[in-house]
Nanobody, 124 residues
Framework: QVQLVESGGGLVQAGGSLRLSCAAS????????IGWFRQTPGKEREFAAG????????LYADSVKDRFTISRDNAKNTVYLQMNSLKPEDTAVYYC?????????????????WGQGTQVTVSS
């Protein structure tokens, strides 16, 4: 397992951008696939984006495709989620999650470690 800490959330107007960071502890970070999930009160947690341990395979939810970009910097033990053209419906708490090896998956329970989340609020 790794310890994950998200940052970069905040308040932004619709059409704006934010970059979320997921910083991980440990020297084996490059072995982990990372997923970003989001959740709003009263709704189920949903998958947003994922990146394989190799960094080659990326996966996006249809709702964020072409607006969000996931990337990683293994030297910094960090995964980023660049969010552009934000919409009010993107408002949520965003969580990163890690699973050892392989591709990112869309299912929260398939991951081994989870962060505490960072709030993103998009005003109209």
């Amino acid at each position: 397992q790794v310890q994950l800490v998200e940052s970069g959330g905040g308040l932004v107007q619709a059409g704006g951008s934010l970059r979320l960071s997921c910083a991980a502890s440990g020297r084996t970070f490059s072995r982990f696939a990372i997923g970003w999930f989001r959740q709003t009160p009263g709704k189920e947690r949903e998958f947003a984006a994922g990146l394989s341990s190799s960094g080659i395979s990326k996966l996006y939810a249809d709702s964020v495709k072409d607006r969000f970009t996931i990337s990683r910097d293994n030297a910094k033990n960090t995964v980023y989620l660049q969010m552009n053209s934000l919409k009010p419906e993107d408002t949520a708490v965003y969580y990163c999650a890690a699973k050892l090896f392989g591709p990112a998956l869309k299912i929260w329970d398939e991951y081994d470690s989870w962060g505490q989340g960072t709030q993103v609020t998009v005003s109209s």
